[in-house]
């Protein structure tokens, strides 16, 4: 008797560990529903809409899914960067590399050259997991990858000129 109640509570608490584990496991660890190349690739279709139709409701959903935590924009900011971009403004989305709450996704697009024709730029569009809301957030000015504007800034001072050793010898008495 003693021992059935011994093995029905030792059930009961390896039943209680198990449901509180995997409660907590599934809090905080998961990735975004949506993959960070689609919302990279839906971000730049959102710009490239507002240019062939000239308004900003488009471009005004494209901010919203920028991280203004890192980003320090507001809207005015990023309509105004959004204006030079071409007419024809397309995005190619590549491969998304993701580090934890950061992914790092590729992007290419033409560019008009001044000496004619176009060029491909390459670059690196980093994304950040918005813990509140679970989605992935454009990092728009780059603030979040490489080195941080306050250790560039932190960086820049450090780094004082070298000495200037004049090559014409002083002369006394002139």
Not at 78 to 95: M, N, Q, T
Not at 122 to 137: G, H, M, R, S
Not at 159 to 169: D, L, N
């Amino acid at each position: 008797m003693i021992l059935k109640c011994k093995k029905e509570f030792y059930v009961r608490i390896l039943l209680v560990l198990a449901i509180a584990l995997t409660g907590c496991s599934g809090s905080g660890d998961t990735q975004p529903d949506e993959d960070p190349e689609a919302v990279t690739k839906r971000f730049y279709e959102l710009i490239s809409a507002a240019k062939m139709e000239g308004g900003t409701t488009t471009a005004s959903e494209a901010y919203k899914m920028v991280d203004t935590k890192v980003s320090n924009l507001n809207v005015n900011q990023f309509l105004e960067i959004i204006k030079r971009y071409p007419e024809k403004f397309a995005v190619d989305v590549g491969k998304a590399e993701i580090k934890g709450t950061q992914a790092l996704v590729q992007i290419s697009y033409k560019m008009p050259s001044s000496f004619g024709g176009e060029y491909t730029v390459q670059e690196v569009i980093p994304l950040n997991v918005d813990p509140a809301t679970n989605t992935w957030k454009i990092d728009f000015t780059g603030d979040s990858y490489g080195m941080q504007k306050d250790e560039a800034i932190a960086a820049s001072k450090s780094e004082a000129p070298p000495p200037v050793k004049s090559e014409v010898p002083l002369q006394e008495g002139k």
